[in-house]
C-alpha cells in the first residue's frame, strides 16, 4: 500500500481539499477490525481510489472505480465486500451493540 500516499505527495493535495478522504478499518465476517481500506476522491473527480487489505484473506490491492454512496469494493483474490459505512451510521451501530452487551 502507498499509491495514494504517492498520489497526494506527488500533487500536492491535502485532505480537506478532496471531494471524500477516509483511512479506517476494515471488519471482518465476526466484525473483527482486520483489515484497513483508504479511500481517495481527488478534487473536482468523481473516482474514487482504492487502497485496501482484505478483513478476510489479507490480499492487499489498488484499484479505481466511480465513486458513490454506499461505497465499497469488493477483495479481488476472495470477493468479501470491504465496505465504508458512515462514520454517524457506524457510531450508532456501536453504541447500540455495546448498550446490549451491557444489559
Known amino acids: 500500500m502507498g499509491k495514494i500516499q504517492d498520489f497526494v ?20 465476517k465476526k466484525l473483527e477490525p482486520t483489515g484497513k481500506i483508504r479511500v481517495l476522491v481527488p478534487p473536482q473527480s468523481d473516482t474514487a481510489m482504492v487502497e485496501y487489505t482484505c478483513p478476510e484473506c489479507k490480499h492487499e490491492a489498488y484499484t479505481e472505480q466511480p465513486w458513490k454512496r454506499p461505497f465499497g469494493v469488493k477483495c479481488e ?27
Open 9 to 28: 505527495i506527488e500533487n500536492k493535495i491535502k485532505p480537506k481539499e478532496c471531494v471524500y478522504h477516509t483511512w479506517r478499518d476494515a471488519k471482518n
Open 77 to 103: 483474490k476472495c470477493g468479501f465486500k470491504v465496505t465504508v459505512p458512515k462514520m454517524k451510521a457506524e457510531a450508532k451501530r456501536e453504541a447500540k451493540a455495546d448498550n446490549a452487551k451491557s444489559d
